[in-house]
């Protein structure tokens, strides 16, 4: 069975300071791992996807995200945030097979909120 | 073009009227989803079709009904409405049996009253 764990529900940090939004994982399998992001009254986006090649992913708006199998975990960080990057985010691991709903597990997401 | 368009986008009613919601992907995508987000913003899959099959319907009341005339669409239909189901709504769509991401709608935002 797998299991995504957002480790904070509610996240803030200032405009222009590093962000960080943790997740960790079980899987029996060699999972893929994706961060989502939704922004108010919007669907939810993708942001990067790990799927077994570099365990350094780059995505969208400056984002990036770690896999570290040791760890397990796929942590997404920022260098510099921006106000648009208000929203809320969610973590999801897919093992292309079993756990629920044809192998993907959401996270309860996380809330981003930028301070001034 | 919209990859997955749902409509309507905002939907208010009253107890006990019977709803529906429309789903379209233009992606040739094989599996498609209806998940409920609540006010927490928890998502939590409803339904899923691979090839206009149903293979998955977690514990979901058989008021709700997913209707998918081809692969490419999949509605989403309620009866006799109750308060607990407002919430939003979104269909999305991916590859079948891949590692591939799931593509979402813009949601519909389902409100009874």
């Known amino acids: 069975a797998q299991s995504v764990t957002q480790l904070d529900s509610h996240v803030s940090v200032s405009e222009g300071t590093p962000v960080l939004l943790r997740c960790n994982y079980s899987s029996s399998y060699s999972p893929s791992l994706f961060w989502y992001v939704q922004h108010p009254n919007k669907g939810l986006q993708l942001l990067l996807k790990?799927?077994?090649?570099?365990?350094l992913v780059k995505g969208i708006n400056g984002f990036e995200a770690e896999f570290k199998k040791s760890e397990t975990s796929f942590h997404l960080t920022k260098p510099s945030a921006h106000m648009s990057d208000a929203a809320e985010y969610f973590c999801v691991v897919s093992e292309g097979s079993g756990g629920g709903a044809d192998g993907l597990t959401f996270g309860k997401g996380t809330h981003l909120i930028i301070q001034p | 073009d919209t990859a997955v368009s749902q409509t309507p986008k905002y939907l208010v009613t009253q107890m006990g009227n019977d709803k529906s919601i429309k789903c379209e992907q233009n992606l040739g995508h094989d599996t498609m989803y209806w998940y409920k987000q609540d006010s927490k913003k928890f998502l939590k899959i409803m339904f899923s079709y691979n090839n206009k099959e149903l293979i998955i319907n977690e514990t979901v009341p058989n008021r709700f009904s997913p209707k998918s005339p081809d692969k490419a669409h999949l509605n989403l239909h309620i009866n006799s409405l109750e308060l607990g189901d407002s919430a939003v709504y979104f269909c999305?769509?991916?590859?079948?049996?891949?590692?591939?991401?799931?593509?979402f709608g813009e949601g519909s935002r389902l409100t009874v009253l």
């Open positions: 999305a769509s991916r590859l079948a049996g891949g590692t591939g991401e799931l593509f």
């Open positions: 790990y799927t077994s090649a570099a365990t």
